[in-house]
C-alpha cells in the first residue's frame, strides 16, 4: 500500500549551522561555541540552558554580531530568512539588528542609559529603523509599556531609569526589544538579578508576547529561573542542552571532562532530560536536543 507523504515542513526562520566563534588571544584561540547547529522556526520558543561558561550568552551574540575583539565567528552560517548573518556587511547587519532581530540584555539595572527619559530611549529604538514617526513612536511606547504591565504607562514613559526597580526596567527592555514587531527575539538571561517572584512574572510576560504576537523568541538559560519540578512545556516550545565540550589531549581525560560538564548542564535545568540527538529535533511541542557549545 502506498503512503501518504509527509506533509512539508516550513522553512526554519532561523539555521544556525556548525557555528564557531573563538577568542583569538595571544595564549591561543579559546572555543567558546565550537559546531553549534540548531533552528527556530517562526512563532515557537526555543530555550537554551546550560552552566555558566558554555558559551550561551557567546552564541547569542554571535547570531546579532554584537562580539567584541578578540572574539571572532571563523566558522559556520547563520542563515535568517535565506540571508547569512555570519557574512553580512555592517550596513546590511544594522538593518537587520533591532529591526528584525532583537535582543534583551542580562542586566536590566544597567541596559538602560540612566540621563535619558524611558520615552527616548523607546522612541529612539523606533524611529532609527524608519519603522514608526515620532508622535506614532511616543503612543506605541506608551501602549507597549501598558501591555507590559507598567502601571500609569502615560506617565511612567517620562520617568528616568532609576524611578525604575529592576522587574520594572526589565518590562522596559521587552517593550523595546518588541516595538519594531520583529520576527526573532533574543532573551538574554532576562531573569537575572530579579527575585523569584518577579522572575516568574517576566517569563510568563514574555511567553504570553511569543502567543499573541507570533514573535519567535529564543530565551537564554530559562532554566535557571524555572522552578524544580516545572514543566519545560509551560516555558519553552523545545529546549536545547549547552554542553561544554573538551578536545582530546594527551592527558587521557577529555571524556570524563565531556560528562562532568554534561551532568552540571542537567542540574543546572532539573526538569529537563537530554536525548542521544545531537541536532535540532523539527517537531514542535516540549522536545529536548543537545547542543554542544563551549571547549
Do not use: Y
Request: net charge neutral; aromatic share 4%; with cysteine.
Amino acid at each position: 500500500m502506498p503512503t501518504a507523504a509527509e506533509p512539508l515542513l516550513p522553512e526554519p526562520l532561523l539555521q544556525v549551522r556548525d557555528l564557531r566563534t573563538w577568542f583569538l588571544t595571544d595564549s591561543g584561540p579559546v572555543r567558546a561555541v565550537d559546531g553549534v547547529s540548531f533552528d527556530v522556526h517562526a512563532g515557537e520558543t526555543l530555550g537554551i540552558v546550560g552552566e555558566s561558561g558554555s558559551g550561551k550568552s557567546v552564541c547569542a551574540k554571535s547570531i546579532m554580531r554584537l562580539l567584541d575583539e578578540p572574539a571572532r565567528i571563523v566558522g559556520g552560517s547563520i542563515l535568517f530568512k535565506g540571508r547569512d548573518l555570519a557574512h553580512l556587511d555592517d550596513e546590511g547587519i544594522r538593518a537587520v539588528r533591532g529591526r528584525e532581530i532583537a535582543m534583551v540584555f542580562q542586566d536590566p539595572m544597567t541596559s538602560l542609559n540612566p540621563v535619558l527619559r524611558i520615552a527616548r530611549q523607546l522612541i529612539e529604538a523606533m524611529t532609527a529603523h524608519g519603522r514608526f514617526t515620532g508622535p506614532a513612536a511616543r503612543r506605541r511606547a506608551i501602549d507597549l509599556l501598558r501591555r507590559m504591565g507598567v502601571a500609569s504607562a502615560d506617565s511612567a514613559v517620562n520617568a528616568f531609569p532609576h524611578q525604575f526597580s529592576g522587574g520594572m526596567r526589565q518590562r522596559v527592555m521587552l517593550a523595546m526589544g518588541f516595538s519594531n514587531e520583529p520576527s526573532l527575539l533574543i532573551a538574554d538571561e532576562p531573569t537575572t538579578a530579579l527575585d523569584v517572584t518577579i522572575q516568574a512574572q517576566i517569563l510568563d510576560l514574555l511567553r504570553g508576547l511569543n502567543r499573541d504576537l507570533g514573535t519567535a523568541v529564543v530565551e537564554i538559560d530559562v532554566g535557571r529561573a524555572a522552578p524544580t519540578g516545572q514543566p519545560g512545556s509551560d516555558l519553552v516550545d523545545r529546549a536545547a542542552l549547552a554542553a561544554c565540550a573538551a578536545h582530546d589531549g594527551d592527558d587521557g581525560h577529555a571524556s570524563h571532562r565531556r560528562a562532568s560538564c554534561s551532568a552540571a548542564s542537567r542540574e543546572s535545568a532539573p526538569w529537563f532530560s537530554v536525548s542521544s540527538s545531537s541536532r535540532s529535533l523539527r517537531s514542535r511541542g516540549p522536545s529536548v536536543f543537545s547542543v554542544l557549545i563551549g571547549s
